[in-house]
């Protein structure tokens, strides 16, 4: 029988879940993404899936509906949030 292999951690990272209702936008002029990563959590990250921030609401319920990069490319970032029908 075989002497079993001892592995050795070399990188680290968090899997996050998939994107709620498939909201991405991109913004190629300082690289980064956003996403709907929840019904009412915004995240940005870096190509290489580094986060950049996370920004959830709390208390009145409403969900993501949209998000998109300000129309001059620089760094804003617009997104509708719309009261959800319960």
């Known amino acids: 029988m075989a002497e079993p292999i001892e592995l050795r951690l070399v990188h680290e990272s968090r899997l996050e879940p998939g994107l709620h209702g498939g909201i991405i936008t991109y913004n190629p002029t ?51 949030k719309l009261s959800s029908q319960c």
């Open 30 to 80: 300082i690289e980064l993404f956003a996403g709907a990563a929840g019904p009412t959590t915004l995240q940005i990250w870096r190509a290489n899936n580094q986060v950049v921030t996370k920004s959830s609401q709390r208390g009145e319920r409403a969900s993501v509906q949209a998000v998109r990069w300000k129309s001059d490319g620089n760094n804003g970032l617009e997104s509708r």
